[in-house]
């Protein structure tokens, strides 16, 4: 194993990286245009709890496109939501592809944030939006399309995935790594083949699993401990996607400190 996927070790008390937690942008307007997409006719938790995580970390400015779809249930509850067409099943429809564009344009980061449901026309919408030059973070079911053929979505730059064990086994098998992630691996081997990963991928990883986040770009690993809780996914995505915005050269220090706001 090479120097640079040896694992640092991370803690509240002992952030790895002091100097870029103390820098951060103090004017909004400095801060980033993050977009959040996300939802379906039935759910949309998940982008709207981005929406308040976000706000959290120090976003700048942030929009929230939901399929209209939702238009009825949410609109009054979340002003700050904009409504795109959505498809039958209600989900995004092919026809939003244009004015989601249009908004990426606007933004310095993109979040797929989930809830966006198992529906082809949406897994299309979501491809469509991978062909975009835009940072682009990924968490929830925005990847599950992937799971079986990840080639496009792990040979795309300027892209954070924020996932869970058992998503990113899936991937690394599909992907017929020489080191897979098996649930019986030590630490030591998974750091390894997170390492393999992403030295052969251009993509940066947040893989939540077992009170911990490992984070991986570039065959660089760091460690932090977290506290459990609810939607740990969705709330580290949130936080990643605006430190990823603010630090865009310094992917792997960015997204590494955003997770001090979760460490033990």
């Given at each position: ?59 700048g ?28 099943s ?7 592809i ?11 980061a ?13 897994a ?6 991978l062909s ?15 799971l ?65 986040v ?14 459990k ?14 430190w ?21």
């Open positions: 194993m090479n120097d640079n996927s040896i694992a640092r070790i991370q803690t509240k008390n002992k952030p790895i990286y002091p100097d870029l937690i103390w820098s951060r942008p103090e004017n909004k307007k400095h801060a980033g245009k993050l977009l959040i997409i996300g939802g379906n006719k039935f759910g949309f938790s998940l982008p709207a709890e981005s929406y308040n995580e976000a706000e959290k970390a120090g976003a400015s942030m929009r929230v496109i939901m399929p209209d779809s939702l238009r009825n249930i949410i609109s009054k509850i979340f002003p700050s939501a904009d409504f795109v067409s959505s498809n039958p209600g989900g995004f429809s092919q026809g939003s244009a004015e989601i564009v249009d908004q990426i344009m606007w933004s310095n993109t979040l797929l944030a989930g809830d966006f449901g198992h529906n082809s026309e949406t299309i919408v979501i491809e469509k939006i975009t030059k835009t940072p682009l973070i990924l968490s929830g079911d925005s990847i599950d399309s992937f079986l053929d990840p080639r496009h979505l792990m040979s795309r730059s300027n892209t954070l995935i924020v996932t869970n064990f058992s998503k990113l086994q899936k991937i690394t098998t599909s992907l017929r790594l020489l080191k897979p992630l098996t649930m019986n691996m030590t630490v030591q081997l998974m750091i390894e083949a997170l390492s393999e990963l992403t030295i052969k991928f251009p993509v940066s990883i947040a893989l939540v699993h077992e009170s911990k490992f984070v991986c770009y570039q065959g660089k690993v760091s460690i932090t401990t977290i506290t809780d609810a939607n740990m996914e969705n709330k580290v995505a949130s936080h990643a996607s605006v990823f915005m603010q630090n865009p050269n310094k992917v792997f220090e960015s997204i590494t400190c955003s997770v001090i706001d979760f460490a033990v």
